[in-house]
Nanobody, 125 residues
Framework: VQLQASGGGLVQAGASLRLSCAASGPTFSRYSMGWFRQAPGKEREFVATIFRNSGNTYYADFVKGRFTISRDNAKSTVYLQMNSLKPEDTAVYYC???????????????????WGQGTLVTVSS
């Protein structure tokens, strides 16, 4: 599956953005999907995941209550709604897919086989 992320931009602190990740191919529903981010000079880190069958969602502690991951299988798209953005949320955001994700591995980027190109989110103070 090929992934195309979009929706990034420059916003002020406190604003909202919605990232989208469109997948090619008819099998999107078979993949659990996640969002990661990488700030300048830092390692890529887990943001959120939504499982393929249950639709259960999991978040990094630093985004709980502010970010929401969702998916629309009919549109082969996963979303990341980001509210109350902070300057420390500035990063390139990547969507990722996995056909075999389990709960114990959601935070490990190596367990996602498919990656989008990333979309830059910049939050000014």
């Amino acid at each position: 599956v090929q992934l195309q992320a979009s929706g990034g931009g420059l916003v002020q602190a406190g604003a909202s953005l919605r990232l989208s990740c469109a997948a090619s191919g008819p099998t999107f529903s078979r993949y659990s999907m996640g969002w990661f981010r990488q700030a300048p000079g830092k390692e890529r880190e887990f943001v959120a995941t939504i499982f393929r069958n249950s639709g259960n969602t999991y978040y990094a502690d630093f985004v709980k209550g502010r970010f929401t991951i969702s998916r629309d299988n009919a549109k082969s798209t996963v979303y990341l709604q980001m509210n109350s953005l902070k300057p420390e949320d500035t990063a390139v955001y990547y969507c990722a897919g996995s056909s075999s994700l389990i709960l114990s591995t959601i935070r490990n980027s190596r367990h996602y086989s498919y990656w989008g190109q990333g979309t830059l989110v910049t939050v000014s103070s």
